[in-house]
């Protein structure tokens, strides 16, 4: 009778060939599946037949054949470069370890980046079925189906985008999800235009994306739009744009810039009006799978109907493009970002939730007042949310009172052997670093990550647009994002002006507080 010595137990274990026992069902502790005495050829422990007391983890040890004998170590492209090592969960235990590759729990053998005496600490972990896919050869992994004539290969899902341009490793398990944290704020406008760009793509046809129109009406502003290559070389009058180095074009629907990257955008020749090529393909309505179905029949031009504030998405205020209905508000970026991403921050992916009561934002340790339609992310097993703001801080952000880059804070683990207490450079308040911050090692310089940039909530916002209309200034001038230096009075409730966000008609030292306008 064959032998083995298995890892996971102390004694032999013993080879049964589909042995003709009469009794309760057993189940592998390796894989956790139900053994068929009468079919399946397994192992059991040998010291069972000597100690049969119920407390005994011999008695009832049995693991499929199969499960005996998956490879100690396992390298394949779908996991990374590290050859991952198979560990036991701990026997007859109730807890449950995800898996990293396909999310699903799991109490049976798994396969870890670190050795087995370690594994509490590995970075990856991965299921039995996940590793079994990638051991089958490729004439297993073919299927046919009745609609195609071709067989079908099982693969892993293409990376659909990845923010992080460091390739950090440690989120190989995810590649078709988005990363955050952005490497910085190019790469997050990148990311941006990307989330855009793929709302778009759903709702167009092929030929409409491969061949952009010279002239297009665009639902979002009154005039006609014409396409223009900002690297132009061509003497084509619709396509010429010749730019000053340091002129910074700003897209009127993401209210982000248009980078050198961005080659082809549209533009208004009577106003300073211009969109990304991805933004104008934007849809005038879809469906968004928790705020239901959003539109906007005009652009800007309308924004009465629901104020200036992403309500349910990133909570600032703006004058970009829209999308609502009754309940909610989503600028166009908070309106297309993925229903799931993967952050740096939290090992397993984060979806999108509607306002959970136990809310409470762990990047900035806030509980603040939402609403029924704000739209967070979090991992509902672990209980851990994030507001879409924080979410979408970069990795690295730049201050002119550092010469070095300041790298974005997620864990006390990250500053642990810090020698004291971190304060902020920008209001001197102690910096808890159980919250998100921004350091530079080099300069010990700290910053809170709403000190870092304290005009972060006008980002929304492009100063000097005029075509915002409301029926609350009802004339044919349209209305003007300032930040209002002078004294002056708000049209509406008659409180003094200076210093704050308002919007001005100049023809008609017309003004109103931000407030005031986006009142119901």
């Known amino acids: 009778m064959a032998e083995l010595k298995h890892f996971f137990h102390e004694h032999k274990l013993i080879l049964n060939e589909a042995e003709p026992v009469i009794g309760k069902e057993v189940e592998c502790v390796g894989?956790?599946?139900p053994i068929n005495k009468l079919?399946?050829?397994?192992?059991?422990?040998?010291?069972?037949?000597?100690d049969s007391s119920p407390s005994s983890d011999c008695v009832g040890f049995y693991m499929h054949k199969t499960c005996s004998e998956l490879p100690s170590t396992f390298t394949r492209p779908l996991f990374p470069k590290q050859p991952l090592s198979l560990f036991a969960l701990p026997y007859r235990k109730q807890n449950f370890f995800p898996c990293d590759a396909c999310d699903s729990e799991s109490q049976c053998f798994m396969y870890c980046s670190e050795s087995s005496a370690?594994?509490?600490?590995?970075?990856?972990?991965?299921?039995?079925?996940?590793?079994?896919?990638?051991?089958k050869s490729q004439e297993e992994r073919n299927r046919y189906h009745p609609g195609h004539d071709h067989p079908l290969t099982l693969v892993q899902s293409p990376a659909l985008f990845l923010v992080n341009d460091m390739n950090d490793e440690a989120d190989w398990g995810h590649s078709n999800l988005m990363h955050f944290p952005a490497h910085d704020e190019a790469s997050l406008h990148k990311a941006m235009q990307q989330c855009i760009m793929k709302v778009a793509n759903a709702h167009q046809h092929d030929s409409a994306i491969a061949e952009p129109s010279p002239y297009i009406k665009h639902w979002a502003h009154r005039h006609q739009l014409a396409l223009r290559n900002k690297n132009a070389t061509t003497s084509t009058p619709n396509l010429s744009c010749k730019l000053a180095e340091t002129e910074i074009l700003i897209c009127d629907g993401c209210i982000?810039?248009?980078s050198l990257l961005d080659e082809l955008f549209y533009e208004c020749n009577s106003c300073n009006f211009?969109?990304?090529?991805?933004c104008s393909q934007f849809p005038e309505e879809f469906e968004h799978h928790l705020a239901g179905k959003l539109g906007r029949e005009f652009g800007r031009e309308d924004h009465e109907l629901d104020g200036l504030h992403c309500k349910a998405g990133c909570g600032l205020v703006g004058n970009g493009i829209f999308m609502?209905?009754?309940?909610?508000?989503?600028?166009?970026?908070?309106?297309?970002?993925?229903?799931?991403?993967?952050?740096?921050?939290?090992?397993?992916?984060?979806?999108q939730l509607k306002n959970p009561d136990d809310f409470f934002c762990k990047a900035c340790l806030d509980q603040p007042e939402t609403n029924e339609e704000t739209i967070m992310?979090?991992?509902e097993r672990c209980k851990f949310y994030f507001h879409i703001g924080c979410v979408i801080r970069p990795h690295l952000m730049n201050h002119r009172w550092d010469p070095h880059p300041l790298y974005l804070i997620l864990s006390p683990k990250n500053v642990a052997d810090h020698p004291h207490e971190f304060e902020c450079e920008l209001c001197s308040l102690q910096i808890n670093p159980s919250s998100w911050f921004y350091h530079c090692n080099i300069c010990d310089l700290s910053f809170h990550t709403d000190c870092i940039d304290p005009d972060d909530w006008l980002s929304n916002i492009k100063f000097g647009a005029n075509d915002i209309y409301s029926d609350k200034h009802p004339h044919p001038h349209g209305l003007t994002?300032?930040?209002?230096?002078?004294?002056?009075?708000?049209?509406?409730?008659?409180?003094?002006a200076r210093d704050m966000l308002a919007l001005e008609c100049s023809p008609c030292k017309y003004l109103v507080h931000e407030e005031c306008f986006d009142e119901d």
């Open 31 to 33: 894989c956790r599946r």
């Open 39 to 50: 079919i399946d050829a397994f192992y059991k422990c040998n010291n069972s037949l000597i």
């Open 118 to 135: 370690n594994w509490t600490n590995s970075e990856f972990l991965v299921c039995l079925k996940c590793v079994i896919s990638e051991l």
């Open 256 to 258: 982000k810039p248009i």
């Open 274 to 278: 211009f969109l990304h090529r991805s």
């Open 324 to 351: 609502t209905n009754k309940t909610a508000s989503l600028d166009i970026c908070c309106a297309s970002l993925p229903r799931m991403i993967k952050h740096e921050a939290h090992r397993h992916p984060l979806s």
């Open 377 to 379: 992310y979090g991992c």
């Open 481 to 496: 994002f300032i930040f209002n230096k002078k004294k002056r009075n708000c049209n509406l409730c008659g409180k003094d």
